[in-house]
């Protein structure tokens, strides 16, 4: 056979298929989601997320340490307050749980970087991330409170604040409110297409913040819908965003793809919960194997556009990276 191209001649053996791989996972690339509860000497593992623990705060600083020598760069922090209102208080008070999990987080590891996520539905009695008036969800008042959460992690020492909440104008409000109190370096990670998805479902579990009624259809996105994603990516950008998080990350790749080649702005994949927890569920039954699924789910997010991912699935891909 005369064959002029024989792709399979780059395939060969391992040197040359790693001198050509296109895309990589680094442990650079990674963001490590921890959950922070009050209390001592606790360590709950989420029981639809196994390998995942709210901590207290002392044995929150030993997870950290594994964090650090693994090489992860960045965590991204969540917080389950003692008690919950319909305001959210715990969002935004100088002693929230995320706020003092940020300043032992800094005292203890200056160089890691820390991201906090700002929402209220960890902090509201009702489980929504915005206020509540007659049933329904109340956008320009909300606004504030996210704005106060921000800051508030910025002065407890957040390096970058990423709002989730989904409301309009969020990303505006935050960033005048950081700029007015002295944060203009403070980068603001949007959570801009970010899907009403079903696949959030193991995360409510771990951050306590199932919606009491109702669902959240109504502030985050319809999953058909791709040129919302745009419109709300650009609405972000604009309003000084300086990375996007695509949400979940597994089933909305086209979502990832279009943002990056639409805005070439860093984008960022949510690996989400349920992403998680069907990958570790299907391994314990022995029916996939886990290493290979994870590094070639996170490889097709970075063949999509994305840049970094927040994944937690960290640290077992820092270990496997090191191998
Ligand atoms: C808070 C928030 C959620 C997630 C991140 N921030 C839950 C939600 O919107 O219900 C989901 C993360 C995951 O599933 O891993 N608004």
Redesign the pocket.
């Known amino acids: 056979m005369e064959l002029k191209h024989r792709p399979r001649r780059l395939r060969a053996n391992a040197a040359i298929r790693n001198m050509v791989r296109e895309n990589h996972v680094r442990v650079d690339d990674l963001i490590y ?1 921890m959950f922070v509860i009050y209390g001592e000497n606790t360590k709950n593992e989420i029981p639809s997320m196994p390998g995942v623990y709210q901590y207290s705060l002392d044995l929150f600083v030993d997870a950290l340490k594994e964090v650090v020598d693994l090489g992860v760069p960045a965590i991204l922090l ?1 917080g389950i307050p003692e008690s919950k209102d319909a305001v959210g208080t715990g969002a935004y008070h100088e002693h929230g749980i995320v706020q003092e999990a940020v300043r032992v987080a800094k005292k203890y590891y200056p160089d890691l970087y820390v991201i906090t ?1 700002v ?1 209220l ?2 902090y509201t009695d009702h489980g929504h ?1 915005g206020l509540i008036m007659d049933g329904q969800i109340l956008n320009d008042p909300t606004l504030d409170l996210l704005t106060q959460t921000a800051i508030s992690h910025a002065q407890a020492g957040a390096d970058m604040v990423a709002p ?3 409301m309009d104008g969020r990303v505006g409000a935050l960033r005048q409110g950081l700029d007015q109190a002295g944060f203009t370096n403070i980068p603001v990670m949007a ?1 801009s297409a ?1 899907f009403a ?1 079903g ?6 579990e ?2 306590g ?3 009491q009624f109702g669902d ?1 259809r109504t502030y ?1 996105m319809d999953p058909p819908n791709g040129n919302e994603a745009m419109l709300e990516t650009a609405l972000d950008i604009e309003e000084g965003a300086d990375l996007i998080i695509v ?2 990350a597994l089933a909305y790749g086209d979502i990832t793809y279009r943002t990056k080649q639409r805005f070439g702005v860093p984008v960022v994949a ?7 927890s069907m990958v570790k569920a299907a391994s314990a039954q022995g029916w996939i194997d886990e290493e290979r699924i994870v590094m070639e789910s996170l490889v097709s997010m970075k063949r999509a556009g994305a840049d970094l991912i ?1 994944t ?1 699935h960290a640290l077992d891909v820092a270990r496997w990276l090191q191998k």
Do not use: H, L, W
């Open positions: 989601p969540f996520d929402c539905c960890e991330c989730s909440d989904m959570y970010k998805s696949f959030y479902g193991p995360f409510r771990a951050a913040s199932t919606p959240r985050q949400k979940p949510y690996n989400v919960s349920g992403e998680y927040i937690y």
